[in-house]
């Protein structure tokens, strides 16, 4: 017995945590060391859960089960357990407990469990039990408090997301609505071979018949509304929510993170850790909401629901006026109405209800059958309706009418229809269940009592069987039997992989993973995939041996990271120490042995070793090579960490600090010092770019490995949202629309450096002969190097020509020639633009399209130019000495016909002694112009 602690007054204790931190089982090992106790539950299974534990340890005769549906009430009981609505007043019990006190913020049933944690207490010891975000409320609203965290005994993981034919057994697959719950138990029945289905509105003896399926193995799933996040203790490895939404009797709301934690805390029993995550439809969690599901850190509630209980039973109008009184206290708040308060408001408009409650007793009776609950959840009309049915009977005849309430029972006393017909009427009875519960509504309460629950009972095991019929097959029972009894079944394989079960084909051996046949009924999957792995023990060492003694050429790799024997998967590429030594994953089935798995992994990790080493040989010469020294070796190295590939601008520094020996060295290893990019052009073929971004994407962690490009092309389109290096990956560099491949870029790259760019350049036919690009295409090229681009129209040069000499050769004296006169260098341009003229009026030469290029400052400086790159300018005229080696000293820049990217500014940018007139940037010819005078 407790000593008695009520020298400092009664202990109020809030034991707060998250799930599976055994705050109930506690709760229970107080209360039983008191001579009387009372503890209040948010729901009837729980509710009848806990009553079976306590008779079990105290016996039936202690023990009282009180709810709005069922009332076992000993003479002498000590012990009562009840629903928090049901919970007897004035008992005057020792020890007090209110589990999962964090319903005080729900909308609907929130003012009782606030009502409860305000006023019910032991008279020696009282305990609220609930999540950890009512601290500062509890804090706030209760003098004396102290409070016990509880940690949770097992750890809960994220698992994200999971098909439902992927679905990990002993799992429970959450829904919020009846027709979902339905949906996903025959899929997983196809899929699983069965489940078992728990909802808040079965009866407890349905409920239990289910969880003992379940629990005992017959199943191995669940399917389960909310209704588990209230305590109810499972064998559950797995929570998968089908959806993150709720109605809520009133709209569609995303659950709260606390509220998904509850039902995920569901996942791990005592020490076994569990997972959580969504299926089907639901979307992902967020990082947000997912980290705080496993850490158990929730935003502190802040309000409660509450209502007015000091209530006047003078009227019904003064009833609902004492109803909606506020409260002055900060931490609570009047909710919406809940179903009591809205069925009074609409009795008091029905003139014979409100005839008949005219005194307070009259009206208490109507508020007593407001209570009633809407099992049915037809509508509040009909819900209203009854209740007036039963007060004009009671308050004309002192009680129900007996042949009425016989009549409603026995019409529901029936047990044939469907699992939706029978789910109806088991409503109905839970209604007559609670009405039969009250004392004073009926005249034979004992015998009422007993029929309704015998209805209920009868109802319930219909309902399991319907649910089991429905939802579990049957043969899968019987098979499931046989092999657990030892009873052998009779499985082959052919020399295909074909297996067969008692001569039935029921799957393939597919490399070393056996593939259930979906021809199969899936009600039998689980059976028959055991009794297959028998018949394939001794298979499975034989492929494993033939594995081995295959050649290279019989094994290949996916493009996202997947290992094939032929046609069979059987295996997949993972992270490695280095980004050039993946590892590998085999897929091998566990009834296989370790012994199978290790050898083919052995074979696997041999395969890609050698696969890498042959497609990425010029990288394993530069490591080798011990000549290699200084500089030369860091920089192959840094070729090696990347694959081949390194954008110049990356490495400009190093690249500007390598002699030409280092250089000439590192070239003999196939390494071109592009003018964009450092790299190796044997590297650029399909077979090592397929495996380089295969490598890259494992090193990267990516979930969805970019696809290497078609072979042979020489620009593809550039896709949103698809990050630039995985186009460097495989030999491109994006620019503009389009990426463009990077040796025919620094071939593009080696015409433009000849250019003279100071005034622009033109676009030539080779340069886009070079891309494969339309002039359009190669103007967005262009600009995404960091090209300005001028887009004009001319009439072709023979016209211009033409019209040119015809204007020189005019009979009029040259002394005779007026003032403004063309002089003969402008005239091309005047006879030009009269051609344009010409042209637009239909009359004039044909027209052409062409582009001027001028650089544009901006975009990538030192790679965006047409001059040569760091590092090889030095190459000069063929035959030239090096610039590095001219005589001099510092080698010069801006000089001779090989440019820097300095030297390609506009002519405002640039220095010297002489500035040329800037040509009119609107004259569409400005480009003929100036090819005219560089002629001249």
């Known amino acids: 017995m407790v000593s008695d602690s009520a020298r400092g007054g009664p202990r109020i204790t809030a034991v707060l945590g998250p799930t599976n931190t055994g705050k109930t089982h506690y709760a229970l090992e107080r209360m039983l060391g008191y001579r009387t106790g009372v503890i209040g539950l948010p729901l009837r299974l729980l509710a009848r859960e806990v009553y079976d534990k306590l008779v079990g340890l105290r016996g039936p005769n202690a023990v009282a089960l009180v709810t709005g549906e069922e009332r076992i009430v000993p003479d002498r009981a000590q012990y009562w357990v009840a629903t928090v609505e049901a919970m007897p007043l004035g008992l005057g019990a020792e020890f007090v407990a209110i589990d999962e006190v964090q319903l005080c913020t729900d909308a609907e049933r929130g003012h009782v469990f606030t009502d409860r944690l305000l006023n019910m207490r032991g008279t020696q010891e009282t305990l609220f039990l609930g999540a950890d975000t009512m601290r500062p409320v509890i804090a706030g609203l209760v003098p004396d408090v102290q409070f016990l965290r509880r940690e949770r005994f097992s750890e809960l993981i994220h698992a994200g997301s999971k098909k439902l034919s992927r679905m990990p057994g002993r799992s429970a697959i959450v829904g919020f609505s009846v027709d979902n719950l339905y949906a996903i138990a025959e899929l997983m029945r196809r899929q699983k071979g069965g489940v078992a289905v728990v909802m808040g509105a079965l009866s407890p003896r349905t409920r239990n018949a289910q969880v003992e399926m379940y629990q005992n193995g017959d199943v191995d799933y669940l399917v389960a509304t909310d209704a588990i996040g209230m305590g109810l203790n499972l064998d559950i490895d797995h929570v998968a929510f089908s959806a993150l939404t709720k109605f809520d009797g009133h709209r569609m709301r995303p659950l709260l993170p606390s509220e998904l934690a509850q039902i995920a805390g569901r996942a791990g029993r005592h020490m076994n850790h569990g997972s959580f995550g969504v299926t089907g439809e639901a979307p992902l969690m967020s990082d947000e909401v997912a980290d705080a599901i496993c850490s158990h850190q929730f935003a502190p509630d802040k309000k409660l629901f509450w209502r007015n209980r000091d209530l006047v039973f003078g009227s019904i109008q003064a009833l609902i006026r004492s109803l909606e009184a506020p409260t002055s206290n900060d931490w609570l708040t009047r909710g919406r109405d809940a179903d009591d308060v809205m069925a009074l408001k609409l009795l008091a408009k029905d003139a014979e209800v409100t005839a008949r409650a005219t005194d307070g007793r009259s009206v208490s009776l109507l508020w007593e059958l407001c209570q009633l609950p809407d099992f049915r959840g037809i509508s509040h009309g009909e819900h209203a309706g009854l209740i007036t049915q039963l007060f004009n009977d009671i308050h004309q005849y002192g009680q129900v009418k007996r042949d009425w309430f016989a009549r409603q029972v026995k019409r529901i006393d029936r047990t044939d229809g469907d699992i939706d017909a029978l789910s109806k009427r088991l409503a109905y009875i839970r209604t007559w269940t609670y009405v039969a519960q009250r004392r004073d509504w009926l005249d034979d309460v004992s015998h009422w009592r007993g029929e309704t629950r015998a209805v209920e009972d009868r109802l319930s095991d219909a309902l399991h069987e319907r649910l089991t019929q429905r939802f579990v097959d049957r043969r899968t029972s019987v098979l499931l039997r046989r092999l657990k009894q030892k009873e052998s079944l009779v499985a082959d394989v052919n020399d295909k992989g074909e297996v067969t079960v008692e001569g039935q084909f029921v799957g393939r051996l597919e490399g070393f993973r056996f593939s259930q046949d979906t021809a199969q009924t899936p009600e039998e999957a689980k059976t028959l995939r055991a009794a297959s792995l028998k018949a394939l023990a001794p298979e499975f060492h034989l492929r494993a041996d033939r594995f081995y003694n295959a050649p290279d050429t019989e094994m290949d790799f996916t493009e996202q990271g997947g290992l094939m024997w032929g046609e069979h998967a059987v295996g997949k ?19 296989a042995g370790s012994d199978v798995a290790e050898k083919v992994t052995r074979r696997l990790q041999h395969f890609i070793d050698r696969k890498v080493q042959a497609l990425f040989e010029p990288l394993t010469t530069i490591e080798k090579d011990e000549t290699l020294t200084g500089m030369a070796r860091g920089f192959g190295f840094r070729m090696i960490e990347n694959l081949g590939i390194i954008p110049r601008d990356q490495v400009a520094g190093e690249v500007k600090d390598l002699d030409q020996d280092a250089r000439g060295a590192l070239r003999k290893h196939g390494v071109r010092f592009g003018q964009f990019t450092i790299f190796m052009p044997l590297l650029l073929k399909p077979a090592p770019t397929r495996l380089r971004l295969v490598l890259d994407g494992l090193w990267k962690g990516l979930d969805e ?10 620009t593809i389109p550039v896709v949103e949202g698809v990050d630039s290096s995985a186009y460097l990956l495989s ?23 000849v250019e003279d760019s100071r005034g622009g350049f033109e676009a030539k036919a080779d340069m886009l002969s070079i891309t494969g690009m339309t002039l359009e295409q190669f103007s967005d090229l262009m600009q995404g190097l960091g090209y300005k681009a001028e887009k004009g129209e001319r009439a072709k040069v023979k016209a211009v020509a033409e019209a040119a000499a015809e204007d020189v050769s005019s009979e009029a004296p040259a002394a005779e020639a007026p003032a403004e006169a063309p002089t003969a260098e402008e005239a091309p341009v005047e006879a030009a633009s009269e051609a344009t003229e010409a042209a637009a009026e239909g009359t004039g030469p044909e027209m052409e399209t062409f582009f001027t290029f001028t650089w544009g400052g901006f975009g990538r400086a030192r790679q965006g130019g047409a001059g040569k790159p760091r590092g090889e300018r030095g190459q000069g005229k063929p035959g030239g000495k090096p610039r590095g080696d001219r005589s001099g000293g510092k080698p010069k820049r801006g000089k001779g016909p090989n440019k820097g990217p300095r030297d390609m500014k506009p002519k405002s940018y640039q220095s010297g002694p002489k500035k040329e007139k800037a040509i009119d940037p609107d004259n569409p010819f400005a480009a003929a112009l100036m090819g005219l005078k560089d002629k001249g």
Request: aromatic share 6%; net charge negative.
């Open 731 to 753: 030999g491109y560099r994006p620019s503009g629309t389009r990426a463009i491949r990077i040796d025919m870029l620094e071939r593009l790259a080696d015409q433009l450096r």
């Open 573 to 591: 590429l993972v992270k490695g120490d280095d980004v050039a030594k993946p590892r590998v994953q085999a897929f091998v089935d566990d009834e």
């Open 705 to 714: 490995f970019p696809e290497s490009p078609p072979p042979g092309l020489v």
